[in-house]
């Protein structure tokens, strides 16, 4: 055999089976991958990174995460030991020790790389992440030492150096717990865990802009009018609520009672309002849905800068006749009141017309609750709690306006802030009532002193059901499918109501967007049938809503800080008197749980491989004798 031929046949049985050896690795790459890594935890949800000015808050890890053995800390027993741990740990918490003075402590240690909180109902010692006096420094009373928020801690403002993801679920919860409890029965193998939230930015907003690595928080707020006039020049009564809530982990924000209340009480009182006449309204109503409010009233701020205060808008301050806010009003609790709170004492304002037409209302209706009303003035407050109406009073603080809210001084709810601020918090039908008051308050505000409130003017505790269970249990709702038909695929779950980046419209506001086009339309084709917008062209500015071609009188803006503006496609900060916060351009969170073996192990496993690296050498070495032997290759 020719030299070239031999040297050929040679070259093709070492890469056949060089390709078999390749082959039989990819076989089995998956089934290896998964043996190694373990895809337990599905629900986990990450505290990311947030800036301002001056700093950075909130967590992150390098690109490659960080990793330790799972370790569990249910007692101060268990706390103490991982304290004195030598090896790197992965702390899962029970929620009472979740909190900044042990997060602190346990990630400055050294040992302890990371932490998963679990969110059980087990709770002794739960704090709010979130300030006393939340937005103080964009508050009326900026210097006030008064107490809201008893629970609050501030801690979600503090910048973490760990890494910290919870889980919610009960099964998830139960699988960190048994694999942790694993690792403190037995030495080997252990469970250990790689958390990975890696944050693009590290700096503060001035330079994460300037970088394109963050992103302004606000989100989008909604404005509608009901009784609007071309022809006359109208008094404005103004309807305020949230659309925002925020606790530690975005993605856990559900605010049931902290904003949820309010908003379905506005939205239900509204829907019920709009059946009424509007001509015999000697005032026009104007509805502020707000968003970015827990971060410095952007949406209200935003809103009477471009809407009262602005040379081109047909609205002025001097236009504004009342005010009336819905904040936290659906407490579950055994003698629910709802109370008014004014900025009257301080002697700038007189509110005494709103609280005349809440009495009214209140005293109208057959309630489904047993909700009480108080128009006492609390001694120790400074005035109204924070709330979007303060952004109208810091402009005129003669304004009259009242917020009525479920606490008389302090917050009542003790877990406002957190992600237990749920369903469970809040009583259905303590908010259909609140709806009823709000709607028929409106309704006097804006008519004539002597005009009979319409015995039909009661708000629909059907429709309460429904949007509490969708905004706070589930997106994959029958009201949801109705106003957005086209919301497919994987919902996020459970739902949030985290403000969200500007520009950015969440799923949330995007329903109370469409619901808020049905009930302020002023022309509707109700045998439309349409899907989207380009199946309507009867009207100018037309939208599809529920199979409904209309026009309306909502309106979309972003709540963008008065402290910052785009300009040439790049934000920049342009009065740090102003709200400056961002959120961090961010890679996909992610838990990954492994076994760790034994040291000793993994020294036999590198010493086998090690020797079957020499076999394998020596067996090249014999086969390439062999073929130079048998077909005579010379070199």
Same mark, same amino acid.
């Given at each position: 055999?020719?030299?070239?031929?031999?040297?050929?046949?040679?070259?093709?049985?070492?890469?056949?089976?060089?390709?078999?050896?390749?082959?039989?690795?990819?076989?089995?790459?998956?089934?290896?991958?998964?043996?190694?890594?373990?895809?337990?935890?599905?629900?986990?949800?990450?505290?990311?990174?947030?800036? *301002?000015?001056?700093?950075?808050?909130?967590?992150?890890?390098?690109?490659?995460?960080?990793?330790?053995?799972?370790?569990?800390?249910?007692?101060?027993?268990?706390?103490?030991?991982?304290?004195?741990?030598?090896?790197?740990?992965?702390?899962?918490?029970?929620?009472?020790?979740?909190?900044?003075?042990?997060?602190?402590?346990?990630?400055?240690?050294?040992?302890?790389?990371?932490?998963?909180?679990?969110?059980?109902?087990?709770?002794? *010692?739960?704090?709010?992440?979130?300030?006393?006096?939340?937005?103080?420094?964009?508050?009326?009373?900026?210097?006030?030492?008064?107490?809201?928020?008893?629970?609050?801690?501030?801690?979600?403002?503090?910048?973490?150096?760990?890494?910290?993801?919870?889980?919610?679920?009960?099964?998830?919860?139960?699988?960190?717990?048994?694999?942790?409890?694993?690792?403190?029965?037995?030495?080997?193998?252990?469970?250990?865990?790689?958390?990975?939230?890696?944050?693009?930015?590290?700096?503060?907003?001035?330079?994460?802009?300037?970088?394109?690595?963050?992103?302004?928080?606000?989100?989008?707020?909604?404005?509608?009018?009901?009784?609007?006039?071309?022809?006359?020049?109208?008094?404005?009564?103004?309807?305020?609520?949230?659309?925002?809530?925020?606790?530690?982990?975005?993605?856990?924000?559900?605010?049931?009672?902290?904003?949820?209340?309010?908003?379905?009480?506005?939205?239900?009182?509204?829907?019920?309002?709009?059946?009424?006449?509007?001509?015999?309204?000697?005032?026009?109503?104007?509805?502020?849905?707000?968003?970015?409010?827990?971060?410095?009233?952007?949406?209200?701020?935003?809103?009477?800068?471009?809407?009262?205060?602005?040379?081109?808008?047909?609205?002025?301050?001097?236009?504004?006749?009342?005010?009336?806010?819905?904040?936290?009003?659906?407490?579950?609790?055994?003698?629910?009141?709802?109370?008014?709170?004014?900025e009257d004492k301080n002697g700038k304002s007189d509110s005494s017309n709103i609280i005349s037409a809440v009495q009214k209302a209140f005293n109208n209706i057959q309630f489904n609750s047993n909700l009480?009303?108080?128009?006492?003035?609390?001694?120790?407050?400074?005035?109204?709690?924070?709330?979007?109406?303060?952004?109208?009073?810091?402009?005129?603080?003669?304004?009259?306006?009242?917020?009525?809210?479920?606490?008389?001084?302090?917050?009542?709810?003790?877990?406002?802030?957190?992600?237990?601020?749920?369903?469970?918090?809040?009583?259905?039908?303590?908010?259909?009532?609140?709806?009823?008051?709000?709607?028929?308050?409106?309704?006097?505000?804006?008519?004539?002193?002597?005009?009979?409130?319409?015995?039909?003017?009661?708000?629909?505790?059907?429709?309460?059901?429904?949007?509490?269970?969708?905004?706070?249990?589930?997106?994959?709702?029958?009201?949801?499918?109705?106003?957005?038909?086209?919301?497919?695929?994987?919902?996020?779950?459970?739902?949030?109501?985290?403000?969200?980046?500007?520009?950015?419209?969440?799923?949330?506001?995007?329903?109370?967007?469409?619901?808020?086009?049905?009930?302020?339309?002023?022309?509707?084709?109700?045998?439309? *049938?349409?899907?989207?917008?380009?199946?309507?062209?009867?009207?100018?500015?037309?939208?599809?809503?529920?199979?409904?071609?209309? *026009?309306?009188?909502?309106?979309?803006?972003?709540?963008?800080?008065?402290?910052?503006?785009?300009?040439?496609?790049?934000?920049?900060?342009?009065?740090?008197?102003?709200?400056?916060?961002?959120?961090?351009?961010?890679?996909?969170?992610?838990?990954?749980?492994?076994?760790?073996?034994?040291?000793?192990?993994?020294?036999?496993?590198?010493?086998?491989?090690?020797?079957?690296?020499?076999?394998?050498?020596?067996?090249?070495?014999?086969?390439?004798?062999?073929?130079?032997?048998?077909?005579?290759?010379?070199?």
């Open positions: 055999m020719q030299k070239n031929q031999a040297a050929t046949l040679y070259f093709f049985l070492i890469y056949s089976f060089s390709l078999f050896l390749i082959t039989l690795g990819n076989d089995n790459t998956k089934e290896i991958y998964d043996k190694i890594y373990s895809t337990y935890v599905v629900d986990a949800k990450a505290c990311v990174r947030y800036l *301002n000015q001056t700093a950075p808050i909130g967590c992150s890890t390098g690109k490659k995460g960080v990793y330790g053995n799972l370790f569990l800390v249910d007692s101060d027993t268990s706390l103490n030991e991982l304290k004195k741990t030598s090896t790197d740990q992965i702390a899962v918490l029970k929620y009472d020790y979740f909190n900044y003075a042990t997060i602190s402590e346990l990630c400055h240690g050294g040992r302890v790389k990371g932490f998963i909180a679990l969110l059980s109902n087990d709770l002794n *010692n739960l704090q709010s992440p979130l300030e006393k006096y939340p937005n103080i420094k964009y508050s009326l009373h900026p210097n006030s030492n008064f107490v809201w928020n008893t629970k609050g801690t501030s801690w979600l403002y503090y910048n973490i150096d760990c890494p910290i993801f919870s889980v919610y679920t009960n099964n998830d919860t139960q699988t960190l717990i048994e694999l942790a409890n694993k690792n403190k029965e037995s030495s080997w193998p252990l469970y250990a865990a790689e958390l990975t939230t890696y944050m693009w930015s590290n700096t503060d907003t001035e330079t994460c802009l300037r970088r394109g690595q963050c992103e302004p928080i606000g989100g989008t707020s909604i404005w509608a009018t009901f009784g609007h006039s071309e022809n006359e020049k109208k008094k404005s009564i103004i309807a305020l609520s949230w659309l925002d809530s925020l606790a530690f982990f975005q993605d856990l924000s559900p605010g049931a009672d902290a904003t949820i209340s309010g908003l379905v009480a506005m939205l239900a009182g509204l829907q019920s309002l709009s059946q009424v006449d509007f001509s015999i309204f000697e005032k026009e109503i104007i509805v502020g849905l707000l968003n970015g409010e827990n971060w410095g009233f952007l949406g209200s701020t935003r809103f009477v800068n471009d809407i009262f205060n602005s040379k081109d808008s047909d609205y002025s301050l001097n236009q504004i006749d009342s005010i009336l806010e819905l904040r936290q009003i659906g407490l579950k609790i055994k003698d629910p009141k709802l109370y008014t709170h004014t009480e009303l108080s128009t006492n003035v609390s001694i120790e407050t400074d005035g109204i709690p924070p709330s979007s109406t303060m952004a109208f009073l810091k402009s005129d603080s003669s304004l009259p306006a009242v917020v009525l809210t479920d606490h008389f001084g302090a917050y009542s709810n003790n877990f406002y802030g957190t992600s237990f601020d749920d369903s469970n918090n809040i009583d259905n039908s303590i908010i259909c009532d609140v709806a009823t008051v709000f709607a028929q308050s409106l309704f006097l505000l804006a008519t004539k002193s002597d005009t009979e409130i319409p015995k039909n003017l009661i708000a629909d505790c059907a429709l309460v059901d429904q949007m509490i269970d969708c905004l706070l249990n589930d997106y994959n709702c029958e009201l949801f499918k109705k106003y957005l038909p086209n919301l497919r695929g994987t919902l996020p779950s459970p739902p949030t109501n985290y403000a969200s980046i500007v520009g950015q419209q969440s799923i949330p506001v995007s329903f109370v967007t469409q619901f808020m086009r049905d009930i302020s339309s002023i022309n509707r084709n109700e045998t439309a *049938n349409c899907t989207q917008n380009s199946d309507c062209f009867e009207f100018e500015n037309v939208t599809c809503v529920a199979g409904v071609c209309l *026009n309306s009188t909502t309106q979309l803006f972003n709540s963008i800080s008065l402290g910052l503006k785009k300009e040439n496609k790049d934000w920049q900060i342009i009065d740090s008197n102003y709200p400056t916060w961002t959120e961090s351009v961010w890679a996909s969170p992610k838990i990954r749980l492994f076994l760790v073996n034994n040291p000793t192990f993994d020294l036999i496993i590198f010493l086998v491989g090690s020797f079957e690296l020499v076999i394998s050498f020596f067996v090249v070495f014999k086969l390439a004798t062999f073929f130079n032997q048998k077909f005579n290759i010379k070199n």
